[in-house]
T-cell receptor, first 115, second 115 residues
Framework: EPEVTQTPSHQVTQMGQEVILRCVPI?????FYWYRQILGQKVEFLVS????????KSEIFDDQFSVERPDGSNFTLKIRSTKLEDSAMYFC?????????????FGPGTRLTVL | ELKVEQNPLFLSMQEGKNYTIYCNYS?????LYWYRQDPGKSLESLFV?????AVKQEGRLMASLDTKARLSTLHITAAVHDLSATYFC???????????????FGTGTSLTVIP
């Protein structure tokens, strides 16, 4: 069964460094998302992406964050200058259409630790 | 902002017992999703509920949706240890087509089934 994949599974970085989290959504899906989950808390929306542009973003997704779909398969989240509070699990998700019977399928996550 | 609340936050129950998890949300929506998350893992889709009165069942879990009350329930029948996990409901913001429709997640219910 097709699945969303993410790399790396765990990323440790120093505060102020740039990180890029990578995702390969399910191949025939059109909508892509990034969410984050701080340890023990709920899942929070960061950004959605459709037709090669951001369709929605949350207040969390400030100028330090950017997303890109550099080719036909990868979907990346870049954090330009990481802060301690960026430490969280980051989930990529994809969805075939924008509604109806489709759910969002989540990847295994990247655990980001900022020291 | 759309708010999604679950209760209880923590649930400890004995094997063989029944219980219900509640998910309330603050705005009109007829699309509600349930996910399961095991510790350190991603979110696994359980149910997709798309209309008022929708009921879905899978094994010992049954989910329902009352859009008028803005309430979804996840009922557990004759719990077994394997059901121990955190359960999240998520609401799809009804909006303009092709805008991505982010999910708003509930606070999560951490379920522990005791032998």
């Amino acid at each position: 069964e097709p699945e969303v994949t993410q790399t790396p599974s765990h990323q440790v970085t120093q505060m102020g460094q740039e990180v890029i989290l990578r995702c390969v959504p399910i191949s025939n899906h059109l909508y892509f998302y990034w969410y984050r989950q701080i340890l023990g808390q709920k899942v929070e929306f960061l950004v959605s992406f459709y037709n090669n542009e951001i369709s929605e973003k949350s207040e969390i997704f400030d100028d330090q964050f950017s997303v890109e779909r550099p080719d036909g398969s990868n979907f990346t989240l870049k954090i330009r200058s990481t802060k301690l509070e960026d430490s969280a699990m980051y989930f990529c998700a994809s969805r075939k259409t924008s509604g109806g019977t489709d759910t969002q399928y989540f990847g295994p996550g990247t655990r980001l630790t900022v020291l | 902002e759309l708010k999604v609340e679950q209760n209880p936050l923590f649930l400890s129950m004995q094997e063989g017992k029944n219980y219900t998890i509640y998910c309330n949300y603050s705005t009109t929506s007829d699309r509600l999703y349930w996910y399961r998350q095991d510790p350190g893992k991603s979110l696994e889709s359980l149910f997709v509920l798309l209309s008022n009165g929708a009921v879905k069942q899978e094994g010992r879990l049954m989910a329902s949706l009352d859009t008028k009350a803005r309430l979804s329930t996840l009922h557990i029948t004759a719990a077994v240890h394997d059901l121990s996990a955190t359960y999240f409901c998520a609401v799809d913001k009804n909006g303009v087509p092709n805008t991505g429709n982010q999910f708003y997640f509930g606070t999560g219910t951490s379920l522990t089934v005791i032998p």
